[in-house]
């Protein structure tokens, strides 16, 4: 006797290309009922043809069949947002479509407002009126109270926590178990050490511990 759950399989995994070989993007993935159909590395100088089963499709700089493969969205891996912004620039360049990547356990409020190329992990919390810019990375336990937004490619390490209406500039690390008491405002490119506590708004390109 076989029993299916319409509830839980109404629709077809969505299929996406990857880009770097990220082993918790990949379950992240799994998690999300998404298909990777295969992998683009920055480069290849082992000469592998897969990694954990996916097939590796090519490099940056050399993607056989790049035309037939732009018909899939991409995910964008890597957690440095120069990395991020670099990519999309270069596969944006050439007619590549991208998409969010969203584990099933985060909470999101339904008036946050998000944008495309997404990367968010298991036990987010995005509470009313957040935004999110386009890639934005969201790493495990991430805590957004109300009004909070992030500037795009800005990477969230697990367990940070910002507190209502904070707001934090574009390509933005956000260390691990940081926290961000509310109204602060950090300008584009600033670097927060894990363990920060941000007690007041910083201009852009600042390294706050």
């Known amino acids: 006797l076989c029993i299916f759950d319409t509830e839980k399989h109404t629709e077809p995994m969505k299929?996406?290309?990857l880009i770097g070989s990220f082993l918790e993007?990949?379950?992240l993935a799994e998690a999300s009922r998404t298909k990777i159909i295969g992998i683009i590395e920055k480069e290849n100088v082992e000469k592998k043809t897969h990694f954990e089963g996916i097939p590796i499709l090519g490099t940056?700089?050399?993607?056989p069949d790049g035309d037939r493969l732009k018909k899939i969205?991409?995910?964008l891996a890597p957690d440095p947002p120069a990395a991020r912004q670099k990519l999309f620039e270069k596969y944006s360049q050439m007619g590549f479509q991208f998409s969010n990547l969203i584990h099933p356990g985060a909470y999101i409020s339904p008036s946050a407002r998000l944008g495309t190329g997404l990367v968010i992990s298991d036990r987010v919390?995005?509470?009313s009126r957040v935004t999110l810019?386009?890639?934005v990375k969201i790493n495990v336990g991430a805590t957004f109270m109300h009004d909070v937004s992030v500037g795009a490619y800005t990477t969230v390490a697990p367990d940070a926590l910002l507190l209502g209406n904070v707001s934090i500039g574009k390509s933005c690390y956000v260390g691990a178990n940081s926290t961000f008491l509310p109204q602060v405002k950090i300008g584009d490119g600033c670097l927060i050490g894990a363990c920060a506590n941000v007690t007041k708004s910083f201009p852009e390109r600042c390294t706050l511990a």
Do not use: A, C, G, Q
Request: aromatic share 10%; charged share 35%.
């Open 133 to 135: 810019e386009d890639f």
């Open 25 to 27: 993007t990949i379950e």
């Open 125 to 127: 919390y995005i509470s």
């Open 15 to 17: 299929e996406i290309i």
């Open 73 to 75: 969205p991409l995910v």
């Open 60 to 63: 940056d700089e050399d993607l």
